[in-house]
């Protein structure tokens, strides 16, 4: 398919979430995040314990690191399928900057997230304007890691499922039903949000990591969220209808 031209999108996750903070809606499930150094990395360790260290600038999942104070002291970070672990702070975050920090970073507080067969989860909301320019939420889908991963990208090894079955080995069908209705009212509030600071977006896709108390929380926002990943589901609806809004907002032709 032919790309023949981008609709507004905005590829700084840190300018993504300014924005989602100045909305007293949305503030409550942004995880607490910070631009990288050596000082916001111990606060936030001895904070939270598990982190996320993430490219401000990068997509499909790729430069995410996970970083952890373990309850013995040690400090453990993971990149891709490779595991280091450090006996002091300083070691840690010396090998860290020297193999793998190339970039500007940020630190996202750590989700402890749900699971499927001991495989980590997160969902993606579709979020797109309508035929009429309303915003509709089109589509979602769960995304479970591989095993040795740490990231539930479909274009990093993650394997993309209808959420209901996931949502529903915690939940009966009618909680479940009602747990999927306020993942879409928060991606519509998400959109609105955005909308009202960049009036030129017409899509976004939301990915929501739900924790063991079932809070959902925002891990990314993406600005040009890709339509495909819903044809990897058996009912093709969802998949139909979000690229065909898609192409109706020039993305992709035929």
Known sequence: MKIVRRPRTLG?????TNLLLRSKEVRPFVPETKILSTSHLLTMLNKHRMVYVKPIHGTSGNGVIR????PNGSFVYKAGQAQ??????NAMYAALSKSKLKRAYLIQ?????LTHQKRIFDIRVMVQKNLQEKWEVTGY???VAHPKKIVTNFHNSGKPLALEPLIGTYLN????????NQLQSLGLRIAKQFQSVHPGFKEIGVDIGVDKQFKPWIIEVNTAPD?????????????RKALR???HHGRFVR
């Open 245 to 247: 809004l898609a192409r």
């Open 12 to 16: 700084s996750k840190w300018s993504k």
């Open 173 to 180: 069908p009618t909680k479940t039903r009602s747990f999927i």
């Open 84 to 89: 280091r672990t450090f006996g002091t702070y």
């Open 67 to 70: 970083v952890e104070r373990k």
């Open 227 to 239: 339509p495909f990943i819903f044809n990897q589901l058996t009912n093709k609806q969802m998949y």
């Open 109 to 113: 507080k750590g989700i402890h997230l």
């Open 141 to 143: 889908i769960g995304r």
